[in-house]
């Protein structure tokens, strides 16, 4: 095939990815919309707008087109880029392109209909279930929820476990080994820190549950969005129950968050957070602008930007050594007996809780690899669904320390796998360890990051990741940002040593 | 044909409508958000977004199958209901989705590229023109316009006026020969009561233009909206430019106003006005949800709601009565030397003035009938483009006694004609003659009518409107509406009764 009908081929796949995009973006709106501002009794035909808009774009992504123009790119499941002769660029693109096309292809239509109506009718259930502290009401759900997603993962296929299929969705072609791998490590370090903590002196945190207006806490986080970098011409901030970040468009990157009067850490780190994901997404490069190169790589990377602001840098004394003298002018009465010190140690209290998350940056692994075991159990059907309760309680002593006196508190109380999202765990602990392994590589190239960051002077940061994370978008898959930024593979050791240093400090171990 | 298989036929076309309905509502809300909270550098995808989404309805619209359908229903521009046999309401279906499919499917695509381009370049060409006050500029585009209107009028045939084909678009099944029957009236009469007025004794106004903070001006918008009966869990109230009504679900019916802490008029009344508008498209009967019969029938018929809830209600003394005493409570400075009867003649002050959004009740309908008269003069192609702006001057002149000083403030004041919107006009006035008339009647049915108003009982009127105005949604036509309720056809005589009986008593006429 000429390179010319190669570039006519590729033209065609742009244009129909192009439309793609633009009813994804629409249909965020339509989603943004409904949790944001849309009236209450607009709930119904809003559904049914987004699932008119979800039909649209399956129907494109499957269309029989793709896989003959697929083929003619030279494009298969064992080389996902096409003929070697086309540009990296163009690779990239057909790499995704494929992949897409490739997971959508393989389900049929029948059991895409039949996991949304489960998964629809679960979510209503496990609320009422968590409720009530009922687990046997949810358990039957689960069960089918688990036949179908077996199902799935028979279908999309998998070389090693069926859980990889299922892991791929969020994390795209990391293996369900490799996370074994690096949870291995985590845990075998994490428990025994978290021991060692448990048995230093507790830092005192009840500063944090005094009253701080509303208003205030919103003035404060628009002046340190701001300070980060987060451009108000091409993105906003609102409230909503649950805080999220959300892609409109290339220069549309909105997020948002929620406000307690009388917790002062929900709000500003929830905000950073979201800032984290977005800064992500505003920094892609414009030559992917419109295309589904245009997002962030994985889940994993994406909460390796959020985390790393939120925790690695919102979390820092360098961060309050410059916002502290902001904040006790905007909160006199809250923090009239509190100085920095004590503030930046409440804010780091660390304590085993029972409610992932509420969970401190130390303990939430644990949470993870809790989720991540049953998951695993469950999909190699070495545990039942009924089994599932007992085994969290035992998990959760052997890794927490501690044990829910309730399902609801316990098993029942992430919304996760009533939606069918089994997989979707893993991704927000490898967001950590991306995190404190790329900051290892910042710190070496940026040697006045933190001599910045305590002058609020975030820019530096921000660019660097602009270049070597965030320009890339999909182009570059999660290994091959962690291999071109850290030169190895993915490790928890990076994350660890960052621990122990922080904690060991605030907590005074040796 | 069976009417087995009528019902089946009829339930393809409903299914098709319904897809095209919440197509329509999900590209309403993208509009939506671009006019209130998004990000300002988004709005070339938006534009995309938008595009992209129109096609989708456009292409559904003309889809060949529909032709096909209704052929088989025994539809046709002359029985557009199609077969006798069929339901009062699936004629009433069949008509409207006749009339949308034979208007789109007469306009070749060319064409219709052509007015899109080409009124996306008049609309810019127009405000450089405006602020510059540089007809010269924005005539060559005008008569591109023109010409091409002119086009799509042949395309989608008349009997009468070639103006007749674009008044349709907005007053659907009204005749230019009607307009021009009671625009005559209207005339006739509201020249001499403009002079009449003039000549009497000045009502001062100056009190609206002292200071009235928005926030106050807000809550007290809030409490009026409550009280009118717009429920806010089936719409919303936020600002924006230019104030609007959107329809984005059958429970979700939207409203915008501006606030000016230096005037006070501009945010009640536009609320108010928009309340009605909203009011109308949430009264439709539940039977016509989620199809094209749930939207207000006609422009005019739409304008008569706002109008009728803004002028007649609103601009009235028994209004007032019930709210001027939290008025003055919210604004104890700006009001505290004014009294109910100086502040309803304040808000009721008649003057010719040259700007048509910032006319009174009396002197509007003179802006409405100068367009209307040049409208038809331009498309019979008896008036040239380069003519336009001395016979906007001479008609300023001749019915309203002023003349604009520059053509920033006479014939380049609106954006209508920049945007292909010729025959649109009329509606504005029409509205409030179709509202006077309806007045009419409610009186005679509801003697309580304005006792009602003065305790703050909205409700007897709301649900007169919804009865016989609202739910019928577009399964009556304006004229059918107009003549059920009235018993005769539309006339300014009710309009000019009512405006006479008003002024009258604020200016001592005789």
């Known amino acids: 095939m000429s390179s010319q009908s190669f570039a006519a081929t590729i033209e065609k796949l742009k244009a129909a990815d192009r439309e793609i995009v633009l009813l994804s973006h629409s249909s965020a709106l339509l989603s943004w919309d409904q949790e944001t501002y849309m009236p209450r009794r607009a709930i119904d035909e809003r559904s049914a707008q987004l699932s008119l808009l979800q039909g649209l774009i399956h129907q494109r992504i499957t269309a029989e087109d793709n896989r003959r123009m697929l083929d003619r790119l030279g494009c298969s499941a064992d080389n996902p880029g ?27 239509q029948e059991l895409v209909v039949k996991l949304a109506e489960s998964t629809s009718r679960s979510q209503a259930i496990w609320a009422e279930a968590r409720a009530a502290d009922d687990y046997a009401s949810f358990a039957p759900h689960l069960t089918t929820l688990l036949d179908l997603l077996l199902e799935v993962s028979d279908r999309i296929g998998y070389t090693e476990h069926p859980y990889d299929a299922l892991l791929d969705q969020y994390e795209p072609f990391m293996l369900t080994s490799e996370v074994d791998r ?4 985590l845990r075998a370090e994490l428990v025994p820190l978290v021991k060692a903590i448990g048995a230093a ?16 806490q919103a003035a404060f986080g628009a002046t340190v969005m701001q300070a980060l970098g987060y451009d108000l011409e091409r993105g906003r901030l609102d409230t ?4 999220f970040t959300t892609t409109l468009g290339a220069h549309d990157v909105r997020i948002t968050t929620r406000y307690d009067p009388h917790f002062f850490n929900g709000a500003i780190f929830g905000t950073i957070h979201e800032v984290g994901h977005a800064l992500y997404e505003l920094g892609i490069d414009e030559k992917y602008h419109g295309s589904l190169l245009a997002e962030g790589t994985s889940l994993g990377i994406h909460e390796s930007q959020s985390r ?10 360098h961060f309050w050594h410059h916002f502290y003298p902001q904040l006790a002018r905007l909160f006199p009465a809250a923090l009239v007996d509190v100085n920095p010190e004590s503030f930046y140690r409440a804010i780091n209290r660390v304590e085993p809780s029972l409610i992932r998350v509420e969970a401190d940056e130390v303990t939430y692994g644990l949470h993870i690899v809790l989720r991540f075991e049953l998951e695993k159990a469950l999909l190699s059907r070495t545990m039942t669904v009924a089994e599932l309760p007992e085994a969290w309680r035992a998990g959760s002593r052997r890794l927490l ?35 404190a392994q790329f900051m290892r590589a ?3 190239e940026l040697p006045s990051l933190w001599d910045d960051v305590q002058r609020g002077e975030f820019a530096p940061l921000l660019n660097w990741l602009r270049v070597n994370v965030h320009a890339h978008g999909r182009a570059r898959t999660a290994q091959e940002l962690c291999s071109s930024i850290t030169g190895s593979e993915l490790s928890a050791a990076p994350f660890m040593d960052y621990l122990r240093a922080k904690y060991g400090d605030i907590y005074g171990l040796r």
Not at 84 to 107: E, G, P, V
Not at 406 to 433: C, K, R
Request: charged share 25%; no cysteine.
């Open 442 to 444: 910042i710190e070496a």
């Open 401 to 435: 320390g501690i044990e829910p006196r309730s399902d609801a508190e316990g098993v029942l109380q992430d919304i996760h796998w009533s939606m069918g999202g089994i997989g979707y765990f893993p991704t927000y602990a490898l967001g950590n360890l991306y995190a």
């Open 82 to 108: 096409g003929d070697a002769s086309l540009a990296d660029d163009d690779r990239a693109f057909l790499r995704q392109y494929q992949r897409r096309y490739q997971r959508a292809a393989r389900l049929p």
């Open 182 to 185: 690096v949870f291995a490590e």
């Open 308 to 317: 790393m602001w939120e925790n690695m840098v919102g979390r820092s004394r």
């Open 240 to 243: 909503s129950a649950h805080p």
């Open 201 to 216: 002196p507790q830092v005192d945190a009840a500063l944090l549950r005094r009253e701080y207006p509303v208003q205030q």
